[in-house]
T-cell receptor
Framework: SQQGEEDPQALSIQEGENATMNCSYK?????LQWYRQNSGRGLVHLIL?????REKHSGRLRVTLDTSKKSSSLLITASRAADTASYFC????????????FGIGTKLQVIP | GAVVSQHPSRVICKSGTSVKIECRSL??????MFWYRQFPKQSLMLMAT?????????EQGVEKDKFLINHASLTLSTLTVTSAHPEDSSFYIC???????????FGPGTRLLVL
């Protein structure tokens, strides 16, 4: 089964609105990462938050992590049509190179 | 930033043939690379970890004799889908961590269609 499960699986918003996606996971992690994938393309790393961090910002992105609830959220503020993509969370475990496990993703559509 | 390339980007082949997909790290060396498979509207599933100079480590349920991985150099890993069947049609993506980085750099993916 997937380590990460994103919620919602699909989200449609108007340009300028904020988009919030959630991710839940099952096991202990070293870090949690969010990636973006445009249709039929590879993945682009957005942000990484470590297990000892609670919140992190990068431009219009804000990520929170609650290890007690084993959940994370990705907030995209002031969304743009170009933000239309699928967003995945991935969990990394400690030890050696990161072997990440991906969730099922949230498909975001931003309507101009 | 670090760049990972894949070749080919798209391949169509007949059932029973073998297909080789290359993954290259363009501006850094990668002793480890990862191969993923993604079916339409689904997530990425890790298939195997490619290790330079040693055998690949396969995830449970992935047939190592069907998906041959060779990490020939510090910048190149290849995935060969042997005796491909229509159910092998998928999007194959590789990734590589740069140094001790916690994040991975992903290739653009290879779309395989087996007829």
């Amino acid at each position: 089964s997937q380590q990460g499960e994103e919620d919602p699986q699909a989200l449609s918003i108007q340009e300028g609105e904020n988009a919030t996606m959630n991710c839940s996971y099952k096991t202990s992690i070293n870090n949690l990462q969010w990636y973006r994938q445009n249709s039929g393309r590879g993945l682009v790393h957005l942000i990484l938050i470590r297990s000892n961090e609670r919140e992190k910002h990068s431009g219009r992105l804000r990520v929170t992590l609650d290890t007690s609830k084993k959940s994370s959220s990705l907030l995209i503020t002031a969304s743009r049509a170009a933000d239309t993509a699928s967003y995945f969370c991935a969990t990394g475990v400690a030890g050696g190179y990161q072997k990440v496990t991906f969730g099922i993703g949230t498909k975001l559509q931003v309507i101009p | 930033g670090a760049v990972v390339s894949q070749h080919p980007s798209r391949v169509i082949c007949k059932s029973g043939t073998s297909v080789k997909i290359e993954c290259r790290s363009l501006d850094f060396q990668a002793t480890t690379m990862f191969w993923y498979r993604q079916f339409p509207k689904q997530s990425l599933m890790l298939m195997a970890t490619s290790n330079e100079g040693s055998k690949a480590t396969y995830e449970q349920g992935v047939e190592k004799d069907k998906f041959l991985i060779n990490h020939a150099s510090l910048t190149l890993s290849t995935l060969t889908v042997t005796s491909a069947h229509p159910e092998d049609s998928s999007f194959y993506i590789c990734s590589a961590p740069r140094g001790a980085a916690e994040t991975q750099y992903f290739g653009p993916g290879t779309r395989l269609l087996v007829l």
